[in-house]
C-alpha cells in the first residue's frame, strides 16, 4: 500500500524475464542503498498486480492489492518522484485471459473477460479489464519526454567485443510490403486547437441510416493541442493480405510485423485478418464448426490448434491448409510457433531489428533460415524498416566495432501520440461518419468509414511538445548531428513542424527536419562514419528506434537507458526494452538459466542515485552512483554479462559480480569514511566467497524451475530460484 512519506527510490515489480533479474537484484540494492539511508520500495504494475486491484470486492482481505499503477500516476506529477522502471508486459488479449484463468485457478474470485457485454455489469466488467491491455501502464507514468541512450561504457565494449551479425548481400530477396493507400497514413487529418475550440468534445458516429451513437464522451482539448483522425480500412487491408501471399516468391517466408501489445485495438485485429485471410478456404469450408468452437481468428492459429485437438478431420485440414500457402516466419520452428500463432508473439520493435541483424534471415518450418517479405500494412513508420533493408543491401553488414552511437529524445509526456493504447480506437460497426464534435457544435474531423473499418484519434499536447523540442536540442548540443523525424506530407508531423521551425528558429540552431525514410538513412550513414546521432522522435518511433539501433549496435535493447525527466521536476529511469523478455523466461522454466542481462538496471540505478544527489542534496546517494558505474564498467571489463548457456554466467552470477565489485568500489572510496567502513568487510567477504558462491548460483542450473505460475509468481519458490546461494544472501542480508 502506499505510504504517507514518499519512498527515496521506487522500484516496480512487474512481469517475465525482468521481474526474475528483479528478485535477485532488488535484496542488493535495498542493501546497499539502507547503509547510506535511503529508502527504496516497490510498487507493482505487474499484469496480476493490475487485474487484481480492478476488482477488491469480490476478493478477501488477504487477496486485496492496492491500485499501484494509480498511486504511481500521481507521484510522477510531483518534484519528489525518484521511480526506476522496468519493462513491463503490455497485455494483450491472449496475455490478459491467460492471466485471468491462472488467477482464477489459483482462488481469486474474478470474474471472465466478456468479449460481448450486453448487460451493464459485463460492461462495466469489460472496460476495467479494458483499462489493464495494451499499453496502459507507459501513458500513466510518463509524465516526461524520453532521453533514451546507451552508456558509454556499454557502447565502448559492444565496439570491442562485436556481437555475431548476418550478412547482408544485394542478392537478398527481404523486403518490405505496405498498403498501397487507404491505410493510417493516407487518411490521416490534423488539427491544432485555438483557443476558441478549447474545452469538451465528443467522438459522434452517424450511420448510413441517419442513427448516430457517441462512440467517446467527455473528451477534452486543450489550446495548443495537436488532434488527429484517421481510419484503416478493412477492405483494402485484406486485398493487400491476399496480395502479398499471392506475390511470396518460392523459398521466400510470409510475416507480419505488428505491435498487438501496445496498439491494443487497431492490431490484435489487423493480425486476425492476416489469420483469416491466410486461412481463407479453411475457414469457408469450416465456418460453422469454428464458430461452434467459440474460436475468433484475433486470438491466432495457437487458440485454433487448441480448440481443434483431437478433430483429426479439422487438423488434417488445417495442415493442409497452410501447407497451400506460403511458408510462414516462425517464432519457434522447433516447437511448430509460427508469426500467427498469437498476436503477442511478434512485436515489430523486436522482429524486425532482429531480421535485419541477420542480414535479412527470418527462420523457416524448417528449421532453416530463409528471406522475408515483412509485410506493415500501414505506411507511417513502415518506411523506417524498409529503408534500413535497401540500405544494408547496398552497403553490407554495419561493422559494430567502428559504427557511433543512435540515441532518441522521444515525444510522449502526457499520453502524447498513444495510438491504440487508449480509448479512442474503434473498429466500425456498419457503414457511416465518424465526427470529432466540438462543444460549440463545430465539426473538427469527419470521415466516411465502412463496417471493419479501424478509425482512431491521438493527441499531443502544447506543453510537452515544446519540452522535446528543447530536450532534442539540449541533446544535439551535447551529440552532435541530429534530426528532427517528421514528415511534412503527413498531416500530424505536419502540425507538429509548425512548433518546431519556430522553436529552432529562436534558439539560433539549425537541426533539419527529415522525412523518417530519409532520416533513416542519414542516421546510419552518421554511425557508419563513427559518428553520434540524435534522433528526435513522437512516441511510436521512440519505441521502434530504441530497439531497431542498439540490437544492431549493441546486440540488445535490454542495455539502454532511458532518462525520463518529469515535467514537474521529479525522475523517471527506464532499464531497456523488454521485447525478448518472454524468451528468456521461457528459458528458465525449461532449464533454470537467466540470460536477462540487468546492465539496463545498473545503469539506470546510477542514474537514480544521481538525480538524488542533485535534486535532494543527499551526498551519500552521490558516492552510491559513483561507485554504481565503477561496477558496470567492471561487470562489462570482467565479462561478467550473462550468457545464453547453461553453465555460463546468467544474470544471479552478474548479480554477485555487481554486488562485489560496488562493495570494492564504496570500501575504496574516501569521500564517505562511514561507508567506506560499511562495506570494507562486505567486499572482503564477496571477494573471499566467490568460488562458493558462484557454485551455489549454478547449482540450480539444468533442471526446469518451478516458480509456481507464470503471471503470479510464488514468493517462495521464486526467491528459492532467483536467490539459491546462502553465502551470498548471509552477506547481503
Not at 500467427?340 to 523486436?350: E, P, W
Not at 537541426?511 to 532520416?519: D, F, G, N, S, Y
Request: aromatic letters at 8%.
Amino acid at each position: 500500500m502506499a505510504t504517507t512519506t514518499t519512498p527515496d527510490i521506487i522500484y516496480t515489480k512487474v512481469d517475465e524475464a525482468p521481474e526474475l533479474a528483479r528478485i535477485s537484484l532488488e535484496p542488493i540494492i535495498r542493501s546497499f542503498a539502507s547503509a547510506a539511508g535511503i529508502s527504496v520500495e516497490t510498487r507493482d504494475i505487474s499484469v496480476a498486480g493490475r487485474v487484481l486491484s480492478l476488482f477488491p470486492e469480490r476478493l478477501t482481505q488477504a487477496q486485496r492489492v492496492s491500485d499501484d499503477l494509480a498511486w504511481l500516476g500521481e507521484l510522477v506529477k510531483t518534484p519528489e518522484a525518484n521511480v526506476i522502471k522496468l519493462p513491463n508486459i503490455s497485455a494483450s488479449m491472449p496475455q490478459l485471459n491467460a492471466a485471468i484463468k491462472e488467477l482464477q485457478s489459483k482462488g481469486y474470485d474474478i470474474p471472465d473477460y466478456p468479449e460481448e457485454a450486453t448487460t451493464d455489469e459485463e460492461k462495466s466488467i469489460k472496460a476495467r479489464y479494458d483499462a489493464v491491455k495494451g499499453s496502459a501502464v507507459n501513458p500513466v507514468l510518463r509524465e516526461g519526454n524520453s532521453d533514451r541512450r546507451s552508456a558509454k561504457a556499454v557502447k565502448a565494449y559492444a565496439k570491442a567485443n562485436p556481437h555475431r551479425m548476418g550478412t547482408w548481400t544485394a542478392a537478398s530477396k527481404t523486403h518490405v510490403s505496405s498498403m498501397p493507400g487507404d491505410d493510417f497514413y493516407a487518411n490521416e487529418l490534423s488539427a491544432t486547437i485555438s483557443a476558441a475550440q478549447a474545452g469538451a468534445a465528443k467522438i459522434v458516429f452517424t450511420g448510413a441510416d441517419g442513427t448516430q451513437s457517441v462512440l467517446k464522451d467527455k473528451v477534452t482539448y486543450t489550446e495548443g493541442e495537436v488532434v488527429d483522425a484517421t481510419f484503416l480500412s478493412a477492405s483494402a487491408l485484406r486485398a493487400f493480405i491476399k496480395a502479398q501471399i499471392k506475390a511470396t516468391e518460392p523459398g521466400v517466408l510470409f510475416s507480419v510485423h505488428l505491435k498487438a501489445t501496445m496498439m491494443k485495438v487497431s492490431d490484435p485485429i489487423i493480425f486476425g485478418h492476416f489469420v483469416s485471410v491466410y486461412l481463407e478456404d479453411f475457414i469457408a469450408k469450416h465456418g460453422a464448426e469454428l464458430d461452434a468452437l467459440g474460436w475468433n481468428p484475433n486470438s491466432g492459429i495457437g487458440d485454433l490448434d487448441k480448440r481443434i485437438a483431437g478433430n483429426a478431420a479439422l487438423e488434417a485440414d488445417l495442415k493442409a491448409a497452410m501447407a497451400a500457402q506460403p511458408p510462414m516466419y516462425m517464432v519457434n520452428s522447433d516447437k511448430g510457433i509460427t508469426n500467427l500463432h498469437v498476436s503477442s508473439d511478434v512485436i515489430i520493435d523486436a522482429s524486425m531489428p532482429a531480421v535485419i541483424k541477420a542480414g535479412g534471415k527470418g527462420w523457416g518450418p524448417d528449421g532453416a533460415e530463409a528471406d522475408v517479405n515483412c509485410c506493415i500494412p500501414d505506411n507511417c513508420y513502415a518506411s523506417v524498416y524498409d529503408e534500413t533493408i535497401k540500405y544494408f543491401k547496398e552497403t553490407g553488414t554495419l561493422d559494430v566495432t567502428t559504427c557511433g552511437a543512435v540515441s532518441n529524445v522521444g515525444l510522449m509526456a502526457q499520453k502524447a501520440e498513444e495510438y491504440g493504447s487508449h480509448p479512442t480506437t474503434f473498429e466500425i460497426a456498419a457503414n457511416g461518419t465518424v465526427e470529432i464534435v466540438l462543444a460549440s457544435g463545430e465539426v473538427l474531423h469527419s470521415q466516411t468509414v465502412e463496417k471493419g473499418d479501424i478509425w482512431r484519434s491521438s493527441t499531443a499536447k502544447k506543453a510537452p511538445i515544446l519540452d522535446w523540442i528543447q530536450l532534442g536540442i539540449a541533446r544535439t548540443k551535447a551529440t552532435g548531428a541530429a534530426a528532427f523525424w517528421l514528415d511534412k506530407n503527413r498531416a500530424h508531423d505536419a502540425e507538429l513542424i509548425k512548433y518546431v521551425e519556430p522553436a529552432l528558429k529562436a534558439a539560433g540552431i539549425d537541426i533539419p527536419i527529415m522525412a523518417p525514410r530519409e532520416a533513416t538513412r542519414f542516421s546510419f550513414e552518421t554511425m557508419r562514419a563513427g559518428k553520434d546521432c540524435v534522433t528526435i522522435t513522437g512516441n511510436v518511433l521512440r519505441d521502434y528506434l530504441t530497439d531497431l539501433f542498439p540490437i544492431l549496435e549493441l546486440g540488445t535493447s535490454a542495455k539502454m537507458l532511458s532518462i525520463v525527466k518529469l515535467m514537474q521536476g521529479g525522475g523517471m529511469f527506464e532499464t531497456g526494452a523488454g521485447g525478448t523478455a518472454p524468451k528468456h523466461v521461457q528459458q528458465v522454466y525449461e532449464e533454470n538459466h537467466l540470460r536477462w542481462d540487468s546492465l539496463g538496471e545498473f545503469c539506470a540505478l546510477g542514474e537514480s542515485f544521481n538525480f538524488l544527489a542533485e535534486a535532494k542534496g543527499m551526498p551519500k546517494a552521490a558516492v552510491l552512483g559513483a561507485a554504481v558505474d565503477y561496477a558496470t564498467q567492471q561487470v562489462l571489463d570482467n565479462a561478467k554479462s550473462p550468457r545464453g548457456r547453461v553453465g555460463q554466467d546468467d544474470n544471479r552470477t552478474s548479480h554477485y559480480y555487481f554486488a562485489r565489485y560496488w562493495a570494492e568500489a564504496l570500501a575504496a572510496q574516501t569521500d564517505d569514511a562511514a561507508l567506506a567502513a560499511h562495506f570494507a568487510p562486505i567486499a572482503k567477504a564477496l571477494v573471499e566467497g566467490e568460488d562458493t558462491i558462484v557454485a551455489e548460483l549454478h547449482s540450480v542450473e539444468g533442471a526446469p524451475a518451478d516458480l509456481g505460475g507464470y503471471y503470479l509468481l510464488d514468493t517462495a519458490k521464486v526467491t528459492a530460484t532467483m536467490r539459491p546461494s546462502a553465502t551470498l544472501n548471509a552477506i547481503i542480508g
